[in-house]
C-alpha cells in the first residue's frame, strides 16, 4: 500500500495523545511518584489534546473530497473508520470537562472530574483499537487482518504517550521511578509484540495466490495478461513495493531508535533533562519509520490480477 504521510502522521499522532491522556487519568488517580501538580496535569491533558486534533485533521488530507468528511460518522453500526471517528469526538467533551475540573480544584466535583476522566481513558482506548481495527479487518490485505494490529496499536500509541508524560513530569517535581517503570514496561511489550508481527508477516505460507483469490479448487490458474503496460491508479495506491533489504534496514531502525536507544537513555543515568526529551524525539522517529513500514510492506490481493505471484 502507498505509504501517504498524511495517514502516518494521523496515526502517530493521534496514538500518541490518547495514550498519553489514558495514562495521565491512570497517573493521576492512583498519585504516580507522589501525583501530578496541576500544572503538569493541563500541560499533558491539553498536549494530549492537540496531538489527538492534529492527527485528526491530517486524516481528512487523504480524502479525495476532505469537504464530505463529515459522511466518515454515519456508518457507526459497520464500519470502524466511523466508529474510529465518533469516538474521538465522544472523547473530547469528557477529556475537557476532566481538565476544566482539574483546574478550578473543586473538592466538591472531585467525583465528576475522576468520573469524566475515567470515561474519557476509556474512549481514548476504544478509538485507538478502533484505528487498528480499520486496517485489522481488511481480509484483502493479509499483513493486517490480524488481530496483532489493534495490539501493536494499542501498545505503541501508550508506550509513546507513556515518554511524553515522563518529559512532563521530569518538570513537576515529582518521583520520576514509577513513570520510568511505566515506560520501559510499555516499551518491551510493544518492541515484543512488533517483533512477533514482523515475523509473522515473513511467513509466506499464510499467503494468497491467483489460486486461492479465484476460489478455484481444480486445474491451475494461471495470468494471461495484466490489461495494460503501464501504472494504474490500483497498481500506484495498492501495489507500492519496497525492497526486502531495505524493509531488514527500516526494522532494524525501528528496534535500534523506536526501543533499544530510549530504553538505553533511561536506564543509564540519562533519565532527567536532556536524556529524557532525547528519548521522546527518537522513539517519535521510530515510531514513523514503523508507521511508513506498516503500509509499505502490506500487499493488496488486487496486485495478484497485475502480475504478482502471491500477496
Excluded at 472530574?113 to 481480509?139: D, H, Q
Excluded at 521511578?177 to 509466506?204: E, H, M, R, T
Aim: hydrophobic share 55%; glycine share 10%.
Amino acid at each position: 500500500m502507498h505509504p501517504a504521510f498524511s495517514v502516518i502522521f494521523f496515526t502517530v499522532s493521534s496514538g500518541a495523545g490518547f495514550g498519553l491522556f489514558a495514562l495521565l487519568y491512570l497517573a493521576d488517580l492512583l498519585k504516580l511518584g507522589g501525583g501530578l501538580p496541576v500544572e503538569q496535569k493541563l500541560i499533558a491533558g491539553l498536549l494530549a489534546l492537540v496531538l489527538v486534533g492534529a492527527g485528526l485533521t491530517s486524516s481528512m488530507f487523504h480524502l479525495a473530497n476532505p469537504k464530505n468528511a463529515w459522511r466518515a460518522f454515519s456508518r457507526y453500526r459497520t464500519s470502524w473508520l466511523s466508529r474510529e471517528g465518533v469516538f474521538a469526538m465522544v472523547f473530547f467533551p469528557f477529556a475537557l470537562i476532566y481538565l476544566a475540573l482539574t483546574w478550578l480544584q473543586l473538592p466538591a466535583f472531585e467525583w465528576l472530574r475522576l468520573v469524566t476522566g475515567g470515561l474519557g481513558a476509556l474512549l481514548a482506548w476504544i478509538t485507538i483499537f478502533s484505528t487498528g481495527m480499520i486496517y485489522g479487518c481488511l481480509k484483502t490485505i493479509r499483513q493486517w487482518n490480524s488481530p496483532l494490529v489493534p495490539a501493536n496499536y494499542l501498545a505503541l500509541g501508550h508506550f509513546t504517550g507513556a515518554l511524553i508524560l515522563l518529559a512532563i513530569a521530569s518538570q513537576g517535581g515529582v518521583a520520576l521511578g514509577g513513570y520510568i517503570a511505566l515506560v520501559l514496561a510499555l516499551l518491551v511489550a510493544a518492541a515484543a509484540l512488533k517483533a512477533i508481527y514482523y515475523f509473522w508477516i515473513a511467513n509466506p505460507g499464510t499467503g494468497s495466490t491467483i489460486q486461492t483469490a479465484t476460489g478455484f479448487t481444480r486445474g491451475k490458474v494461471r495470468l494471461l495478461d495484466t490489461g495494460h503496460t503501464h501504472g494504474t491508479f490500483l497498481t500506484q495506491e495498492f501495489g507500492f513495493q519496497i525492497a526486502r533489504k531495505y524493509a531488514l534496514a527500516l526494522k532494524l531502525f525501528v528496534f535500534l531508535i523506536g526501543f533499544l536507544v530510549p530504553a538505553l537513555l533511561l536506564t543509564t543515568g540519562q533519565d532527567t533533562g536532556f536524556g529524557i526529551y532525547a528519548a521522546v524525539i527518537t522513539a517519535l522517529l521510530g515510531m514513523v519509520a514503523e508507521r511508513w513500514l506498516f503500509f509499505a510492506e502490506a500487499r493488496h490481493v488486487v496486485n495478484l490480477y497485475h502480475g504478482t505471484q502471491r500477496c
